[in-house]
Each structure stands twice: as C-alpha cells, then as structure tokens.
C-alpha cells in the first residue's frame, strides 16, 4: 500500500521505497510488477512485529518460484502465499488500494482458499453464554466472535449455534438438535438471529455441553456433517459449575470432539477453569478483552485443527467454489471476473518442532474459469451442447444457465450467493418423457442419463440429442480455403474458439485468433500450438460459403429486384465460428450499430460459445425463420406495453433492429417460454431459483424465502409499436426444452410501471405462470376480467416463423394479475465429501492449548502492582 509514497520531502516513506509498475495486458491493463512479488499486511496486524518481518524474509525465496512459474505457464494470473502471522505475498507485485477510510480489510486467512487448505472438513457447536453477566461490551464481543467462527466456516464444514442460560435455546428453532451445512446462506441467516440475542438469566453450562456433544455424536453415528473434525467453541465470561463428569460421559477418553474456550471480558477469575476445559479436550483457550482482540483469537482455532495434517506432512490440494475478483470487477476486467483458486498448505518440517504442527501458511493461484472451460472442445458438443464445472458440493462453478450478476440500476452486480447456486436449480432430472441430453460425470451416476440427486461431479457434459450430433468434415488445401476478406468486418472467426494458443509464447501474444490462424496456416509461425481439427472445419467452412458473397453482391447490385427496404444486415455462421457478414446500410443509418460483435462474443458468465440466433434456429422447422431484437436503442417513439418476464425491466418500444434466421432441419423438440401473460390458455408454473427480489424484513420463521428470479438467460423481447395499440411479442428461452412436435410459443403482456424508489434487492426463489400455444390454433379470441375491467384479446399465428400476433385493449391493466410468487427454503441435499481427512495425530502437543503468555503477564503485572504499593506503603 505505501509503495510508490514520498513524504513532503521527496523521500520514500518507510516500508514503502520505489516500486516499478506497468500496464500488463495479461493482467487486465492493471499495473504491476512482474518482476517481483510484494506484501500486503491488514490494518489490523501490526507490521513491524519481529514475528511477522523475519516470516516475510524467510518467504523471499517464492519470488524466484513465482517468476519461474509464470515464465513456463503464462497463462498463470495471480499467484499468492497467505502468511499464518497475517502477511500476504503476491505475484506480481502491485500497489494495493485501501478503502475509503484508509482500512485494509482484506486478511488473507479469513479466505476460504486458505482456511479450506489449512484445515479438514469440519462439525461446529458454537456456545455462547447469554446470562445477564454478559450484558453491555461482553455481548457485543461475543456477537462479534460468533460471527468471525462462521466466516471461518465453508461448504464443507457444518454448524449450529446454541445460546444458554438457565437453559438450552437453539438460536434457529428449525434447526434443533442437528448440524446444517455452513453455505453462504446459512451463514447470513445466524448473523441475522445472533444479533438479536438479548442476555437475561444465571449461567448453567452443563446443560448446554451436555446437548452439544448430543449433536456431534449423533452426527458422527448416522453418518452426517463432515464426518471428519469436531468441536464445541464455548463463548462465555466465566465457568463456574462442576462439569468434569459431562466430559468423562461424553467425550473422554478419546477426546474425539475438541473443545475451544474464549474468555469474554477484562476479568481474568475463571480463566484457570476456561483453560482447564480446552486443555484437556485438545483444543485452545484465548482471552478476549477488547473487540480488536477477536480476529487473531479466532485465527488460533484453524492452527490447532491443522496440526495432525502438518505432523503427516500431507499437501492436500484444495479448488475453491467460483468468485469474483473485486479489483478486478471495479476495473472491469470481465473476462478474469469469475476465478476458483487452487492451493495447498504450507508447514515446518523441522523435526524439533514436529509436534507443534505449525502451519506457516498457504500458498496459491487464481485460475479464470474461462481457461479451465477451453479445455472442453465445445464446438465439437453441438449447437445445443455444453460443459459445466461443479464442486464436490453440487454448487457451480461454470454452466449456460449460471447468471451471477444482476442489474441494479444501471449497475451490475454481483449476486450475494451468486457462488452459491445449485446444480439443480439451473437443471432438471431426466424422465422418460423428457430427455435434455447425456451427461457424462467424471464420478459415479444412479443413471447413465442423468446426474439427478447428483452425483457430484467435477465436470459434465450435456451432448446433442438430435440435430447438431454430426459435423461435415471436409479435406480442403490452404490455399482454397484462405480467407481474404475484402473488408475487415466482412468475414470473422469467432472470438469464443480457441483456434490457436497465443498466451504460450509472449510474442504472440499480439495477435488475433484470426490473424494466428492465417500466420499457422502460412508456415509463418510453426511454434504456434493450434487446434487443427478446428482449423480444417474452419477452411472447409470458408471454402463451401464462398459463393455466398457473390450473390448478396448481386442483390445489393440490382436495382430492380434486390435488398427489400428496412434490410440492414445479411450474416452467416458456422459451427466452426466462421462468419459471413454483408452490409447493406451504413453505420449513420443502421439501428444495430453494434449488431453481432459485443453481444455475440464469448460470454463471461454462461461458457456458452454459440450464439441464441444460431441455437434457437436450430430448433425450428425448414422453411421458418426465428425473430429476435438484437437491439433496444432506436428513434424516439412513445413507449410501448412493457412486455417480458422480468417486469422490473421497462422495455421502451421504438425502432428494432430484427435478426431472422433460417433453421435447417426439423428437430424434435421445442421451446418453452416462461411470461406473465394475463389470458389463459395452457397455464404450467415455471421456477426461478436464481431471482432476485425487493428485500422484506427479517422475521425468524422456519419457512424463510432462499436468499437467489431475474429474467432467464437468453431471454429475448420483440415490439413493434404504432400509433395505434398493436404489440407483436415474442419471447423465446432456450433453458426450457421439451420433446414432441409440439412448437410452444408463449405470449407476455405486462404493463410498464416506473419505480419512484429503488429498493434493496437480495436472491430468492420464485415461481410465475406460464402457458403454452399449440400452433395447430391458427387464431384465438376471448376475454380477460381484471378487477373492474374486462379486455378483449385475439391472438394469430405468423406463418413461417415463431411470431404471434396480439391484438388486445390498453385500458385495462391486468399486468397485477400474476406477480412471483416466493418460494419456501429447499430441502438439504446429500453432498460429496472430500477424500482426505486430518482429525487426530498421536503425536500432536496437546499441552500447546493457548493462555500461558496472557495468564503469566497478567500475573507479572499483578505481582509487580503488588511490590509497587508494598514499596509506596513503607515510604508513606
């Protein structure tokens, strides 16, 4: 943070000094330094500590490890080592930027890359004393502790949280007498019930020890949580009762649940007994006095629990769930926005201090998902196919259907549990009337078609099931199939295929995959690693749309019978991400100024490298055509009925520009489209498990609304306005599919209504009506009452393509008609555990249980008081 920084005389301030940074492109045009690593230390570590200035020397040897990695990968991104004593080294070096206080928040061992290396799944009971002793700045320390334990908790570790008086009460009703996985969404809700928490009563902390090793034992009997590490974190101000015989019934003498004790308060007069309670259930005792004491006391706990993998000497490799890299989403850097890091635990090896297990951090790297996704051939998977990551915990890391931001305002941004979203909220299980595709799973499935109750797989692939399963594969020469475009933006290869690998070799790093594919092809760059496959479909698919060109020439070049008016642009593409492009107006006149660029390349978010145009079309029968607007800025025209799904969304009608595509072939299947339409025909309910919507109060309730229903992926509007009240809509979706002849069309009719205030929003789960048209009904006509009106309605079928036609009255609202309706919290689903687990080691100190510097000073400082007012006595 002070790199870079002079004082008012020009000098570099201390700990700061010169630092040299640049843009890298690499890095997202962020300035670094790639020549050495640097360190960050949080606000709340002091950064001339002996302890913490000798660890970062002894980690100046990862510099030169740091350079050399990248300089064999470079596709590497961020590279880190996570200090136990607090400091974070990384590579390359950068000026880190505080927020607006001046703070450093960011403490490296708070996340779950690191606490997930550190330490093995684990089962937490948090206990908390809530007697009236705990009243004013003890329970507002003890609140703050609580909350540090469960952001120190991940997907793979469980957890409840009891508060105790004269009796047990679980904090969350619903969840008595179990352990509940600790996810981004449980976490929240026991903030929420934590800070609600008044003391009142005497404390009696065998009843509550007594219920907590209940729950683990149970746990560990059935065969539930982690199955791995267990422990009780005992939050109190003091322990007064007789509670050795719960320990001999229930935990000695194995010791299989470790106990961790935190001493609230300045007074020190039961902290012999607080010690004697970890001590002697292997876990650690910590005083806390102030609320600046909670980070690092809470810190002490992953340390115990990371001795027995650092005694085996065992280097688990972790992958995180996805993320979003916040710098870089500030500078937006989008295509490294979603991340998951990998690591591994750092330890000593000295055999003196073997016992100990000291963990002296862990070390790291950034991985973009969008590289891990090219290692899937998805050009090779079909129009409709597509690859997914997913953790051991069912929550994905890539899909087509994961939509991770939202947009607020103008904003975008991110979801709260954006990396939190299930493998079943974006997919449904195979039946024998509906098969989306195959899924292959790298882990073992109950059906060969279907990941249901899933399997949890590391990666899947859903294949084409119909159209798309095949590929024409020609033999052409380089020569014939050269591209030579007349213009730049006639002829592309699509941004999304990898069609060569230009990050190997800084030099090539200049190039385009257009430009590295023609220097490949030319023998100008034989070092280049190119998919050659993809490169021949590429030349083949070039050389059989050639004489395209010629003839959209022809039509632009007759007078007569040539381009019909309102015709701007023609296009062709291929499966191999070749494109053909003709325009027919100039870029002053066009609507679509940005027609088929920023929206038809590689998206970030879905890995989903074919375009919706050249999906959908797919679909549809021969001879038909698939409208879609690929644009929502035009000339000014009053606004038209707010149509569509997502109703928070106005939609201002006007001038669209309409992209028509020819499907090639019959498929049997079709699309399904959720609306909120006000007239009834065929009505099924559709389900959004990634909404969002306006915050409500919290109240504690056993069925509470999920925290994740904006509008679907690839969802799409068309309106044509007048001067009159006919609007054409159209709203298509490929996340619905359904087998049979049957051509689902559904028809949305909302009316737009301006939101004088924003509000908050948070995720949710919800469900909206939806109806089907059987297109074998040319034309249909009927009334809809709302409220005190009633209007008139008639809808036609367009020929030849996926428009229908609405006519229907403006005088009488029926968009309040059908709202979302919230949905109840899911049911918890059985989840893959990790393989490895670090429990217990023979050989582990548990006589190193915390407390001895903070009792001996307080001792030192009492017998030093004493002497001082011995010595003031005798002179008085």
Request: some cysteine; glycine content about 6%.
């Amino acid at each position: 943070m002070l790199v870079n920084t002079a004082d008012e005389d020009g000098n570099y301030v201390d700990l700061g000094g010169e630092f040299p940074l640049e843009e890298n492109e690499h890095f997202n045009n962020l300035l670094v330094n790639t020549q050495q690593s640097n360190i960050q230390v949080p606000t709340n570590v002091y950064n001339k500590d002996p302890y913490i200035l000798n660890a970062i020397y002894n980690s100046e040897a990862l510099n030169d490890v740091f350079i050399g990695n990248f300089q064999k990968d470079p596709t590497l991104t961020w590279q880190y080592f996570g200090s136990s004593t607090g400091f974070f080294r990384i590579y390359p070096g950068i000026k880190w930027t505080p927020d607006s206080n001046g703070v450093v928040a960011f403490d490296c061992r708070n996340r779950n890359w690191y606490i997930q290396a550190a330490t093995s799944p684990k089962d937490i009971i948090i206990m908390v004393d809530i007697s009236g002793s705990m009243k004013g700045l003890k329970m507002t320390i003890a609140k703050h502790t609580i909350n540090t334990i469960l952001d120190t908790l991940g997907e793979n570790d469980f957890v409840n949280v009891i508060a105790y008086t004269d009796y047990v009460r679980y904090v969350e009703p619903c969840f008595k007498g179990t352990l509940v996985q600790a996810d981004l969404d449980n976490r929240e809700h026991f903030k929420i019930l934590v800070d609600e928490l008044h003391v009142k009563g005497e404390a009696k902390i065998k009843k509550a020890m007594k219920e907590s090793f209940k729950i683990l034992n149970e746990a560990r009997a059935n065969g539930q949580g982690s199955m791995c590490n267990q422990a009780i974190m005992l939050i109190t101000d003091g322990a007064m009762e007789d509670f050795e015989s719960v320990f001999e019934e229930f935990n000695w003498p194995e010791r299989r649940v470790r106990v961790f004790t935190y001493l609230i308060g300045r007074e020190m007069t039961f902290a012999q007994n607080t010690k004697w309670i970890a001590c002697n259930n292997k876990g650690y005792y910590t005083h806390i006095s102030t609320l600046a004491d909670v980070q690092e006391n809470v810190m002490e706990y992953l340390h115990v629990l990371s001795r027995p993998m650092v005694i085996n000497h065992d280097h688990d490799i972790i992958w995180t769930e996805a993320y979003m890299d916040t710098v870089l989403f500030a500078t937006k850097a989008q295509s490294l926005l979603l991340m998951t890091s990998v690591a591994m635990p750092v330890f000593s090896k000295k055999k003196e201090t073997l016992s100990h297990g000291i963990l002296l951090g862990v070390v790291g790297s950034d991985i973009p998902l969008m590289e891990v996704m090219k290692l899937a051939p998805r050009y090779m998977l079909g129009a409709h196919g597509y690859a997914f990551l997913i953790t051991n915990n069912g929550y994905i890391l890539a899909h087509p259907d994961l939509r991770p931001l939202y947009k607020d305002g103008k904003k975008l941004k991110p979801k709260p549990n954006y990396n939190s979203v299930d493998l079943s909220e974006v997919e449904w299980e195979d039946t024998e009337e509906m098969v989306k595709g195959a899924v292959l799973c790298s882990g073992k499935c109950k059906s060969p078609l279907t990941c249901s109750s899933w399997c949890l797989c590391s990666f899947g692939m859903v294949l084409t099931k119909g159209h798309g399963q095949l590929m024409f594969v020609g033999n052409v020469s380089v020569e014939e199939g050269m591209p030579v475009p007349l213009e730049p933006q006639q002829l592309h290869v699509c941004v999304c295929r990898t069609y060569c690998e230009t990050d190997i070799d800084p030099q090539h790093r200049k190039y385009t995959q257009l430009q590295a594919a023609i220097r490949y092809l030319l023998g100008k760059e034989p070092d280049l690693e190119c998919d050659e496959v993809l490169l021949q479909q590429t030349l083949f698919d070039a050389v059989v749309t050639a004489p395209l060109e010629a003839y959209w020439n022809a039509l632009m070049l007759n007078d007569g019978d040539g381009v019909e008016a309102g015709i701007e642009t023609a296009f062709l593409g291929t499966r191999a991400g070749l494109m053909r492009i003709m325009r027919y107006a100039g870029v002053e006149t066009r609507v679509a100024k940005k027609f088929l660029t920023a929206a038809d390349k590689d998206n970030l978010f879905t890995v989903d490298h074919f375009p919706l145009w050249y999906r959908l079309a797919a679909e549809n029968r021969p001879g038909s055509f698939y409208y879609y607007p690929v644009t929502e800025k035009g000339a000014s025209t009053p606004p038209a009925v707010n149509v569509g799904w997502n109703t928070a969304e106005v939609f201002f009608g006007g001038r669209v520009c309409v992209c028509a595509a020819a499907a090639p072939r019959p498929v049997p299947s079709a699309i399904l489209t959720p609306c909120c339409c006000s007239w009834s025909l065929c009505r099924i309910s559709l389900f959004d498990y990634q909404a969002m919507c306006k915050n409500s109060h919290h109240h504690a309730s056993s069925a509470r609304t999920l925290l994740s229903v904006s509008a679907p992926p690839h969802s799409h509007k068309l309106t044509f306005t007048s001067s009159t009240t006919l609007t054409i809509e159209l709203g298509l979706d490929n996340s619905y599919v359904v087998t049979g002849v049957l051509m689902c069309v559904c028809v949305c009719v909302c009316v737009a209504h301006k939101q004088k205030k924003v509000e908050a929003m948070q995720p949710c789960d919800t469900a909206y009506p939806g109806f089907m048209y059987d297109p074998s009904i040319r034309e249909a006509n009927s009334l809809i009452k709302c409220g005190r009106c009633q209007k008139m309605f008639v809808v036609q079928q367009v020929p030849d393509s996926n428009l229908v036609l609405v006519v229907t009255q403006a005088d009488c609202d029926c968009s309040r008609q059908y709202g979302p309706i919230l949905l109840q919290m899911k049911s918890q689903k059985v989840r893959r555990r990790p393989e490895s687990c670090h429990a217990y080691h023979p050989k582990e100190d548990a006589k190193d249980c915390g407390g001895a510097s903070s009792i001996s000073a307080s001792l030192s400082l009492f017998s030093a008081s004493l002497l001082f007012s011995l010595v003031l006595h005798r002179r008085t």
